[in-house]
Nanobody
Framework: QVQLVESGGGLVQAGGSLRLSCAAS????????MGWYRQAPGKQRELVAR???????NYVDSVKGRFTISRDNAKNTVYLQLNSLKPEDTAVYYC????????????????WGQGTQVTVSS
């Protein structure tokens, strides 16, 4: 069984910082793309940031310059550093990882973390 476990959410004041972590455990060969999504009440879940296996990154415009995604392949972990937080960043943040399960045949599947709440007060 594969499981993604998230941590690092919390309540902070505007301008504060948090670091989210998402660690994968279980049986798999490697991890391809890692990403972070968020969903605020009444809103659609949106992609916040992603990072490929070679380290290339992509961010939604609203967080550019404030958030940083990174990965530690040895720990099977993806991080999201959230700086200069704004009330509009308040949401449940979900990690998503595309895991290569087998190589014969080549099988890859997406997995989701359980979500971690980020609340930013004004």
């Amino acid at each position: 069984q594969v499981q993604l476990v998230e941590s690092g959410g919390g309540l902070v004041q505007a301008g504060g910082s948090l670091r989210l972590s998402c660690a994968a455990s279980g049986t798999f060969f490697s991890i391809n793309v890692m990403g972070w999504y968020r969903q605020a009440p009444g809103k659609q879940r949106e992609l916040v940031a992603r990072i490929t296996s070679d380290g290339s990154t992509n961010y939604v415009d609203s967080v550019k310059g404030r958030f940083t995604i990174s990965r530690d392949n040895a720990k099977n972990t993806v991080y999201l550093q959230l700086n200069s937080l704004k009330p509009e960043d308040t949401a449940v943040y979900y990690c998503n990882e595309n895991l290569i399960l087998t190589t014969t045949p080549w099988t890859a599947r997406n997995y989701w973390g359980q979500g971690t709440q980020v609340t930013v007060s004004s």
